[in-house]
């Protein structure tokens, strides 16, 4: 679960010699694995007001990667594009680790707003959502490399709930206000998960699966907030999805005009992002497959209303190579990206406690897998729904 951990790491940390060393080490993002070079751009995506957090301005932006064309005379896409934002932040008391970085001259491998890769067939599309207060930035290494694959990866930053975010008018919106508190609704989430690593341990320890089922359930009664994030967040995922199907239309004057095959469609996300990509792909027929990176197996309905569709659910401190290169995989054999075997489960990838969860899909009329709430560390043991 480690929600609040995640989140809370984000931003407690200040300036000093030690956050120094530490974006000195992430310097050098690693080499994309693709055949593809790989370009990025941002957009803004009009949010309905009844969509989103309470009060949040009416617009997400999304950041895209994807497999690139021409990229001669392209610049390299720095690592923090929310380096505007960041800024204004870090006027109000809050610097976390990785503001240094934009200072020390990180730079991806992605080229900003190179033309689409013109192939074949249209490309397949990821869209991922980032942990709770988190950046679609902090990601870049995975989009990178999953564009380079020749997905087309589209990450929503969750206005009101990302750490901080420029919107196409220039306003700044972060998780702080300039009187350095946290925001009231980012507070009330986090206020929820104070005993969320003891009740992970519970869960873990049930002697069996309705024991840890049960004790999930009695958890999550008391974290209404969270979700209501979940709720929001799948219903963020939805609005962009609908741009997606709109910028991919032959004619839309958008660089992906005819680039894009939405009939071949997934979601993932890290932790709260994960939980809610699974959601949306729980509730909306478009999405072919999820994949919940570290986020809680269960929130809001998804007791009661389980997937039909695959579900890739990773865990573990290994080294993130080894997560792109699962979650590569598995969303090359859903989506159809390229010939490719999945390898599968513990036997391919035994540091990792994660499990293939194709049983999801109903197989047969009326028949489905559902996945109740056990052991956080390791498989998830299975049974009929009702």
Same mark, same amino acid.
């Given at each position: ?60 932006? $999304? ?28 006027? %109000? ?59 087309? $990866? ?10 901080? $975010? ?52 009695? %958890? ?48 993932? #996300?890290?932790?709260? #992002? ?6 949306? !792909?729980?509730?909306?027929?478009? !999405? ?25 659910? $990773? ?33 391919? %990838? ?17 028949? !489905? ?15 009929? !729904?009702?």
């Amino acid at each position: 679960m480690r929600h609040r951990s995640l989140a809370l790491a984000l931003f407690l940390a200040g300036p000093s010699a030690a956050s120094a060393q530490v974006a000195a080490a992430l310097l050098r993002l690693p080499e994309p694995t693709g055949p593809f070079p790989v370009g990025t751009t941002a957009f803004p995506v009009r949010r309905p007001p009844e969509v989103g957090a309470p009060g949040a301005q009416d617009e997400l932006v $999304v950041t895209a990667w994807y497999p690139a064309g021409d990229i001669s005379g392209t610049a390299p896409a720095p690592y923090l594009r929310e380096e505007a934002a960041l800024r204004t932040m870090a006027s %109000y008391g809050r610097n976390p680790v990785g503001t240094s970085l934009f200072a020390r001259g990180a730079v991806t491998h992605a080229r900003l707003d190179a033309p689409v890769a013109l192939q074949d067939r249209p490309l397949p599309v990821l869209v991922f959502s980032h942990v709770y207060l988190g950046m679609p930035s902090d990601y870049t290494a995975l989009m990178e490399d999953l564009a380079s694959h020749g997905f087309a $990866v589209f990450s929503v930053a969750h206005t009101g709930e990302t750490m901080a $975010v420029m919107l196409s008018g220039g306003e700044v919106r972060t998780i702080f206000g300039s009187d350095n508190d946290l925001s009231p609704l980012a507070a009330e989430v986090l206020g929820g998960w104070d005993d969320e690593d003891a009740v992970g341990a519970g869960i873990t320890a049930a002697p069996t699966p309705e024991r840890a089922e049960e004790t999930l359930r009695a %958890y999550l009664t008391r974290t209404p907030s969270s979700a209501r994030v979940v709720e929001r967040w799948a219903a963020e995922t939805r609005v962009v999805v609908d741009e997606i199907e709109r910028i991919a239309t032959p004619g839309s004057g958008s660089r992906f005009s005819g680039r894009l095959d939405p009939g071949r469609l997934a979601a993932l #996300g890290h932790s709260m #992002g994960g939980v809610s990509s699974a959601a949306f !792909c729980a509730r909306d027929s478009r !999405c072919r497959a999820a994949a919940n990176l570290a986020g809680s197996p269960q929130y809001g309905d998804l007791f009661e209303r389980p997937s039909a569709r695959p579900l890739l659910m $990773v865990y573990g401190s290994r080294p993130a190579l080894i997560v792109h290169r699962l979650v590569r995989e598995f969303f090359t054999e859903q989506l159809g990206a390229e010939p490719s075997r999945l390898l599968s489960g513990q036997d391919a %990838y035994p540091e990792l406690a994660i499990r293939w969860l194709s049983e999801t899909r109903a197989q047969r009329p009326g028949g !489905c897998r559902r996945i109740p709430a056990t052991q956080l560390s390791g498989p998830f043991p299975q049974r009929a !729904c009702p």
